[in-house]
């Protein structure tokens, strides 16, 4: 029997000594890895909503890198909490055979981080399965929080920024 090697591979994460915070997405869409970018569809509010409320301003940057040197000059990493998946598209209810990246490592790593963010259901789904021994853990807070995906069209950006704004301060 041959073993094929999955058609999604996720991003390393973007994330240094300072960060407390991780916001973790399931597995970056098309648009993103063809770009090899977070969030890079054009209609994902993440990075509007990020801009907004680490600076107040509605200027997204334009350089990516720019974008994650924002993030983390506010200690928030990011992640996904797939690290590999089979998946046909972009939407979360597609993605199967995956397997999670490995967070005890990052953890050890990076022990200044205090509050894991699930950007959306899926994100923390498959945390919580592959990752049950750090949901023990007292020195961790977890939060879901609705997801900035176009998929997610019932949450405005208005409802995104009151209801993220409550875990990410400037």
């Known amino acids: 029997m041959t073993q094929t090697k999955p058609?999604?591979?996720?991003?390393?994460p973007s994330?240094?000594?300072?960060?407390?915070?991780?916001i973790l997405g399931s597995m970056p869409g098309i648009s993103s890895l063809q770009a090899q970018q977070y969030y890079a569809h054009p209609q994902n509010r993440f990075w509007p909503m990020m801009t907004r409320l680490l600076t107040d301003q509605d200027k997204?940057?334009?350089d990516y890198h720019d974008r994650l040197n924002l993030l983390l000059r506010h200690h928030i990493a990011l992640w996904d909490s797939i690290d590999t998946c089979e998946r046909s598209g972009s939407l979360d209810s597609a993605i199967h055979d995956e397997q999670g990246n490995d967070f005890s490592q990052l953890?050890?790593?990076y022990p200044s981080i205090h509050t894991i963010c699930f950007n959306g259901a899926k994100s923390c789904q498959t945390f919580k399965?592959?990752?049950?021994?750090?949901?023990a853990r007292s020195d961790l807070?977890?939060?879901?929080?609705p997801s900035?995906?176009?998929?997610n069209a019932r949450w405005r950006l208005p409802q995104l920024l009151e209801v993220w704004g409550k875990v990410i301060h400037p």
């Not at 058609?7 to 390393?12: D, L, R, V």
């Not at 994330?15 to 991780?22: G, M, Q």
């Open 15 to 22: 994330i240094n000594k300072d960060c407390t915070h991780l």
């Open 148 to 151: 900035t995906s176009p998929a």
């Open 107 to 109: 953890l050890d790593h």
């Open 129 to 135: 399965r592959y990752n049950k021994p750090l949901l």
């Open 7 to 12: 058609n999604c591979i996720g991003f390393p």
């Open 141 to 145: 807070c977890f939060v879901p929080l």
């Open 60 to 62: 997204v940057p334009t």
